[in-house]
């Protein structure tokens, strides 16, 4: 009998040892399941914070009248809307804005490509081009605003020194957004070139050697197979342009202050300076939506177009 209950005992005692282990098991499983999200959990805490609670509140901000420190005193609905939309200094915003665009991204891709073709050929000293055409995105866009301020400058500057002239180039309306636009295009050249120069790089020299031998020049060459290879860096290269383009604020705060008039006066500064001058914020987050708004448009139908323009190898 002495040994039966012993045997028991040590029975109970395993089936406990079993019971015990097969819920550390399950703790296991269960923290192996939530696991990924504690890991994410940094970076929803952090993407809540500063990307959707602004959001939402500059969504709630343009419906609404507030006071000059940007404190909700009123809701109005779609009122500061209708007013944006027949204001004519908006859409004079709106047709600087995409001026500005156009003249910045057209001539900042077909620039940074030139030069990573110059940069991919194999000569001797490549490496000096490559680091002298990259050097425009090491600097950001207030020191280059104070280099091409004393470029521009109407009677001191290198640029009417060269040409011989006294052209107010940040100071007259004719050339001040075109200026402005010269200066974002040297800021995204640097990035344009490493990007486009990575993708030429991953050219096979054997397609290019086939296709000579087949009697192509250069130019069938790069528009039949160098084009559709690095088409993928190139869809980047637009999507960035276009995206930073449109939010474009530093050197035109800084060169010209959205003027000589409203010149240069683009979305975005049209935004600082309705929270920052004027003081209604409500106007100012009506317009950030509007923008908003404007650049998920322009980024679907880029996302459209990569689907059948965009080759993956």
Not at 40 to 67: D, G, H, R
Not at 139 to 159: K, Q
Not at 232 to 260: D, E, R, S
Request: proline share 4%.
């Amino acid at each position: 009998m002495e040994g039966t209950s012993v045997g028991r005992e040590e029975n109970r005692y395993k089936l406990k040892k079993i019971k015990s282990y097969l819920s550390v098991l399950t703790s296991v499983k269960k923290i192996k399941k939530i696991e990924p999200i504690l890991y994410l959990m940094p970076s929803f805490i952090i993407f809540i914070l500063f990307v959707f609670y602004p959001f939402i509140k500059t969504i709630i901000t343009s419906m609404s009248v507030t006071n000059r420190r940007g404190e909700i005193k009123e809701f109005v609905g779609l009122e500061n809307f209708k007013e944006i939309l027949t204001s004519q200094e908006f859409y004079n915003s709106i047709g600087v804005t995409f001026k500005f665009v156009l003249m910045v991204v057209i001539p900042s891709i077909i620039i940074g490509l030139i030069l990573a073709l110059l940069a991919n050929n194999r000569l001797r000293g490549n490496r000096i081009f490559e680091l002298v055409f990259s050097l425009p995105m090491a600097i950001a866009s207030a020191p280059a605003a104070i280099i091409w301020t004393m470029i521009f400058h109407p009677t001191n500057g290198v640029l009417n020194y060269v040409l011989g002239t006294q052209t107010g180039w940040l100071i007259d309306p004719k050339y001040a957004l075109i200026s402005v636009a010269i200066v974002t295009v040297w800021l995204n050249i640097g990035i344009n070139f490493i990007f486009l120069l990575t993708g030429l790089r991953n050219v096979p020299d054997e397609l290019i050697e086939s296709a000579s031998l087949d009697g192509a020049g250069y130019f069938d060459r790069l528009k039949n197979i160098v084009m559709p290879i690095i088409s993928p860096q190139m869809f980047l290269v637009v999507f960035m342009n276009l995206m930073n383009a449109f939010q474009a604020f530093g050197q035109i705060k800084l060169l010209t202050q959205g003027g000589p008039g409203e010149s240069t006066n683009v979305l975005v500064h049209s935004i600082y300076r309705e929270a920052f001058f004027n003081g209604r914020f409500e106007m100012a987050s009506a317009q950030s939506i509007i923008l908003f708004i404007i650049m998920f448009v322009v980024t679907i139908l880029q996302f459209k177009y990569e689907k059948k323009g965009v080759h993956y190898q």
